[in-house]
């Protein structure tokens, strides 16, 4: 039930673009929201993007018009579409799941408001 680690970090230089994307695994029925935060050095982690079940999403001001999040109900993925990409958005990007509603082997359904992580990936912009 934890976001699988994102992929598709990595170097890239200024102006660049990079994909990154994430999908949870287990007995998920629905993910009420997903989203993508980072963390620089030095600095607390912060929402970048985030994308609600109906399709509402939520820019952080510094990625607006860059940043493009998306999410696969049926695969259980989000990503997110860097493009345009700048040395301060160097940082470990998470993705994150939050409220979760999961069956079990009774049939009975569970539905939690828990956040979910995954590991968490280096993106690193060059100038």
């Known amino acids: 039930l934890r976001c699988a680690a994102g992929v598709g970090g990595g170097l890239v230089q200024a102006g660049g673009s990079l994909r990154l994307s994430c999908a949870a695994s287990g007995s998920i029925l629905r993910i009420d929201d997903m989203g993508w935060y980072r963390q620089a050095p030095g600095k607390e982690r912060e929402l970048v993007a985030a994308v609600t079940s109906g399709g509402s999403t939520n820019y952080a001001d510094s990625v607006k018009g860059r940043f493009t999040i998306s999410r696969d109900n049926a695969k259980k993925m989000v990503s997110l579409q860097m493009n345009s990409l700048k040395p301060e958005d160097t940082a470990v990007y998470y993705c994150?799941?939050?409220?979760?509603?999961?069956?079990?082997?009774?049939?009975?359904?569970?539905?939690?408001?828990?956040?979910?992580w995954g590991k968490g990936t280096l993106v690193t912009v060059s100038s």
């Open positions: 994150n799941a939050h409220g979760l509603t999961t069956i079990q082997d009774t049939g009975e359904l569970v539905v939690d408001g828990m956040d979910y």
